[in-house]
């Protein structure tokens, strides 16, 4: 499979994911120090301080977005964190492009982020996002809104999933799976029959 690398990685749930579906996490950026991996702060980390890899995976800070918080958006001075992870990957997309990366020349970005992000900033947040990763040499774009409630978890947890894929187009292959994967199926939401 792949190596990737994970940025804002937190509690590494995100990594654990990519790891169990067989690809390698090469390195992390994390400003928690507690959970910190070898790069603690994403605006002074480059792509010459990092290994070669296909692709990234990152969740940039939602404070800003969430419709808990304050709602300052992606000109929140957490959420605004977004510009840094894209400077990044485009100085790593650039690298695996020239180098024939995954596929002969393809890099792909992976985003996971509250569904705050489709609404913040009357909805204009979400297409300036899609706009820089287009301008940061992406030939592609999608989004797909998931719930885990039909993915096992026993929560309803929404968030909105980004791809950027540089030098190829694949995101609708990337998004090919819907709600209610088989063995999943969505909980019951209709009332019981008798008495509790």
């Not at 991996?37 to 792509?47: E, H, I, N, P, T």
């Not at 929140?76 to 510009?83: D, E, I, T």
């Not at 292959?173 to 029959?193: C, D, M, W």
């Amino acid at each position: 499979m792949g190596k990737f690398i994970s940025l804002f990685a937190g509690v590494g749930g995100f990594d654990l994911g990519m790891e169990k579906a067989g690809h390698e996490c090469v390195a992390q950026v994390e400003w928690e120090k507690n959970a910190a991996g070898v790069f603690c702060d994403v605006s002074k980390v480059s792509a010459d301080d990092l290994p070669d890899c296909d692709f990234i995976t990152y969740g940039f800070p939602c404070q800003d977005l969430s419709v808990a918080g304050k709602r300052e958006g992606l000109d929140g001075k957490r959420s605004g964190l977004f510009y840094e992870a894209t400077r990044i990957i485009k100085q790593l997309a650039e690298r695996a492009i020239r180098r024939g990366g995954v596929g002969g020349g393809r890099f792909i970005a992976l985003c996971e982020n509250v569904r705050g992000l489709q609404s913040s900033g009357d909805g204009y947040d979400f297409a300036r996002c899609i706009r820089e990763l287009h301008n940061i040499g992406a030939s592609e774009v999608g989004w797909s809104n998931l719930d885990s409630q039909y993915f096992g978890v026993a929560q309803r947890r929404k968030r909105v999933f980004i791809i950027a894929d540089f030098g190829g187009e694949s995101t609708s292959e990337i998004l090919a799976f819907s709600e209610g994967v088989s063995g999943h199926p969505p909980p019951s939401r209709e009332a019981g029959k008798g008495t509790a």
